[in-house]
T-cell receptor, first 112, second 120 residues
Framework: KQEVTQIPAALSVPEGENLVLNCSFT??????LQWFRQDPGKGLTSLLL?????REQTSGRLNASLDKSSGRSTLYIAASQPGDSATYLC???????????FGQGTRLTINP | DAGITQSPRHKVTETGTPVTLRCHQT?????MYWYRQDPGHGLRLIHY???????DKGEVSDGYSVSRSKTEDFLLTLESATSSQTSVYFC???????????????????FGPGTRLTVL
């Protein structure tokens, strides 16, 4: 059974710092990995999706990497801003491509 | 914006009453999902649909039923609501797409805004 773990559960950093969020999964035979952002009281917003043969994806100040052999993904946020404060979740498919298994998320706070 | 709406957005009901939540999409996506999100448990899949009248259970399906009579609508019903079903409910949609550059098929999910349900 696929399990996804995100460490740390919460992170607080000053504005302007570069930071890394971690995601690990137990079954490396994944089709893809997806990173989401969730603001308080809101739904999930898809940030990046890394396909099975890809090593990384970039969008603006965000860079997600994938190492299937070690069961790990990282989300790198450059030059953090207070507006980046949110909960970040990663998810991988289970039992084929149709269903996702989510980590518990990392709650990120960027202090001005 | 993946064209997903959920209704109602907030609902307070009493134990034992039936409740139906609606998810509506405008882009004819094949797959639709219902999740619940609770502190300490994260997001958990309740039911999902892979086409009209085609549904399957997720990991926390007890006490819930679903129906999909049209591509665009996926209904979640609590036949007799209990306090343990107080939660935030999210609908999601996806398509399985062919991978690029040697990748396997992938499934990118997009989420609706959520429904906050309180069962007293």
């Amino acid at each position: 059974k696929q399990e996804v773990t995100q460490i740390p559960a919460a992170l607080s950093v000053p504005e302007g710092e570069n930071l890394v969020l971690n995601c690990s999964f137990t079954d490396s035979a994944i089709y893809n990995l997806q990173w989401f952002r969730q603001d308080p009281g809101k739904g999930l917003t898809s940030l990046l999706l890394i396909q099975s043969s890809q090593r990384e994806q970039t969008s603006g100040r965000l860079n997600a990497s994938l190492d299937k052999s070690s069961g790990r993904s990282t989300l790198y946020i450059a030059a953090s801003q207070p507006g980046d404060s949110a909960t970040y979740l990663c998810a991988v498919p289970a039992q084929g491509a149709q269903k996702l298994v989510f980590g518990q998320g990392t709650r990120l706070t960027i202090n001005p | 914006d993946a064209g997903i709406t959920q209704s109602p957005r907030h609902k307070v009901t009493e134990t034992g009453t039936p409740v139906t939540l609606r998810c509506h999409q405008t882009e004819n996506h094949r797959y639709m999902y219902w999740y619940r999100q609770d502190p300490g448990h994260g997001l958990r899949l309740i039911h999902y649909s892979y086409g009209v009248k085609d549904t399957d259970k997720g990991e926390v399906s007890d006490g819930y039923s679903v129906s999909r009579s049209k591509t665009e609508d996926f209904l979640l019903t609590l036949e007799s609501a209990t306090s343990s079903q107080t939660s935030v409910y999210f609908c999601a949609i996806s398509e399985v797409r062919a991978g690029t550059s040697g990748s396997l098929p992938y499934n990118e999910q997009f989420f609706g805004p959520g429904t906050r349900l309180t069962v007293l």
